[in-house]
């Protein structure tokens, strides 16, 4: 029998009997036990830059449902706050930051190398969780694409069309450029502290990739994903890259080829059969319940989830939701996806 943790083995291309799983957004508000422990912490923020709490975090998915991996509890804005934007969560409307707009708000940010004490209570949190954690499962540390993290940045907030970002970048490329490829830099320096924390992999989270297509697309989802997983290998050569270039659409297609990532998260809007002849033939590929089947359970969770498993069978697969897990997603359907898949037997 082959060794290591079956997530790794995954990631590295081998079909196993059984997908490794865990769940995107895996610890959250869903789950009782987090909402009371960032009631200990106080809010959001502080919750994260807590390593002690951050870690009890990450650990409690694994200790209530069994998944086969944990993801560092951090958030992606984490960077962007480091690199010296203002970051505040506002309750029930999401992230403000402050914005960018002139090469003003570009040149004050801080250089790659001055991120690190900001950030260091991620690296703690990691070495606690890597103290915590049973031997067989594996610990995800991730970051934000830089142009899902650019469009928050330039914002100030999330925005349901990116509008602002799109704006500055036909506007202003030359400094939309520089603004990427400062956040690549800190982003490469970020995700190769997370590994020297212990983190056996890492994700890069584009959660806006969908509203960049063509020339654009190329320069500011492909290019960065592939210097960034490039300049890890050549430091790290054995860390395996999760890209996840969300609502791709037919992008998807020579992803992992075009970015060297070993595997390629799916959104909930791509049809497993389809991804199994155009994406996994590059190499493993993790995804894509939709996150509303945790909300709703029953005869159409198992249905879709026996569905996954099937189409993906006869490759590398890592079973996980198309997008974060919600508030109102329900623990015993979680229970119950888990179930279904470890009892599918792919004919
Ligand atoms: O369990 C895990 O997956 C690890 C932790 C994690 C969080 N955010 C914690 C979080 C991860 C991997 C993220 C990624 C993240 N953060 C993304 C990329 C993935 C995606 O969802 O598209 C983005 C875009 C963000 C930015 C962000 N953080 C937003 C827009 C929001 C507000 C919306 C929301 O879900 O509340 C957050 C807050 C956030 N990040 C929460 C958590 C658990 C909820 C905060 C709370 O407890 O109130």
Same mark, same amino acid.
């Given at each position: 029998?082959?060794?290591?943790?079956?997530?790794?083995? $995954?990631?590295?291309?081998?079909?196993?009997?059984?997908?490794?799983?865990?769940?995107?957004?895996?610890?959250?508000?869903?789950?009782?036990?987090?909402?009371?422990?960032?009631?200990?912490?106080? #809010?959001?923020?502080?919750?994260?830059?807590?390593?002690?709490?951050? $870690?009890?975090?990450?650990?409690?998915?694994?200790?209530?449902? @069994?998944?086969?991996?944990?993801?560092?509890?951090?958030?992606?804005?984490?960077?962007?706050? $480091?690199?010296?934007?203002?970051?505040?969560?506002?309750?029930?409307?999401?992230?403000?930051?402050?914005?960018?707009?002139?090469?003003? +708000?570009?040149?004050?940010?801080?250089?790659?190398? #001055?991120?690190?004490?900001?950030?260091?209570?991620?690296?703690?949190?990691?070495?606690?969780?890597?103290?915590?954690? %049973?031997?067989?499962?594996?610990?995800?540390?991730? $970051?934000?694409? %830089?142009?899902?993290?650019?469009?928050?940045?330039?914002?100030?907030?999330?925005?349901?069309?990116?509008?602002?970002?799109?704006?500055?970048?036909?506007?202003?490329?030359? *400094?939309?450029?520089?603004?990427?490829?400062?956040?690549?830099?800190?982003?490469?320096?970020?995700?190769?502290?997370?590994?020297?924390?212990?983190?056996?992999?890492?994700?890069?989270?584009?959660?806006?990739?969908?509203?960049? @297509?063509?020339?654009?697309?190329?320069?500011?989802?492909?290019? %960065?994903?592939? +210097?960034?997983? &490039?300049?890890? =290998?050549?430091?790290?050569? #054995?860390?395996?890259?999760?890209?996840?270039?969300?609502?791709?659409?037919?992008?998807?297609? @020579?992803?992992?080829?075009?970015?060297?990532?070993?595997?390629?998260? *799916?959104?909930? +809007?791509?049809?497993?059969?389809?991804?199994?002849?155009?994406?996994?033939? +590059? @190499?493993?590929?993790?995804?894509?319940?939709?996150?509303?089947?945790?909300? &709703?359970?029953?005869?159409?969770?198992?249905?879709?989830?026996?569905?996954?498993?099937?189409?993906?069978? =006869?490759?590398?697969?890592?079973?996980? *939701?198309?997008?974060?897990?919600?508030?109102?997603?329900?623990?015993?359907?979680?229970?119950?996806?888990?179930?279904?898949?470890?009892?599918?037997?792919?004919?």
């Amino acid at each position: 029998m082959a060794k290591g943790k079956l997530l790794i083995r $995954a990631l590295k291309g081998e079909n196993l009997s059984v997908p490794p799983i865990w769940v995107m957004r895996q610890a959250g508000r869903y789950l009782p036990e987090y909402r009371a422990t960032r009631e200990k912490a106080g #809010d959001f923020l502080s919750l994260c830059y807590n390593s002690d709490l951050a $870690a009890e975090v990450t650990l409690q998915p694994i200790r209530r449902f @069994g998944f086969d991996a944990a993801i560092v509890f951090a958030d992606i804005l984490l960077l962007p706050h $480091a690199l010296g934007s203002d970051l505040w969560f506002v309750t029930g409307e999401g992230p403000r930051l402050s914005t960018i707009s002139d090469e003003a +708000d570009v040149e004050k940010l801080v250089g790659c190398d #001055d991120i690190h004490e900001h950030l260091a209570p991620v690296y703690e949190t990691i070495r606690i969780v890597c103290r915590e954690l %049973p031997a067989e499962i594996a610990l995800i540390g991730f $970051a934000g694409a %830089p142009w899902t993290v650019a469009t928050y940045m330039i914002a100030g907030r999330g925005t349901s069309n990116q509008e602002p970002a799109h704006r500055l970048m036909v506007e202003n490329e030359g *400094l939309f450029s520089r603004l990427i490829e400062r956040l690549t830099d800190a982003t490469i320096q970020y995700l190769a502290m997370q590994i020297e924390a212990g983190a056996d992999c890492v994700k890069l989270f584009d959660s806006w990739a969908g509203s960049l @297509g063509g020339d654009a697309f190329d320069k500011f989802v492909l290019k %960065p994903c592939r +210097d960034i997983t &490039t300049a890890l =290998k050549e430091q790290y050569p #054995d860390i395996a890259v999760i890209g996840f270039p969300r609502e791709a659409g037919e992008r998807y297609v @020579g992803f992992a080829k075009a970015t060297g990532v070993d595997c390629v998260a *799916l959104d909930s +809007d791509v049809n497993p059969v389809w991804a199994a002849q155009h994406v996994q033939i +590059d @190499g493993c590929v993790q995804g894509n319940l939709a996150p509303s089947h945790l909300v &709703t359970g029953g005869e159409a969770l198992v249905e879709h989830t026996r569905k996954i498993v099937n189409a993906f069978s =006869k490759g590398a697969h890592i079973f996980n *939701l198309g997008h974060g897990i919600t508030p109102d997603g329900n623990p015993d359907y979680v229970h119950q996806m888990i179930e279904t898949v470890r009892a599918e037997k792919p004919g």
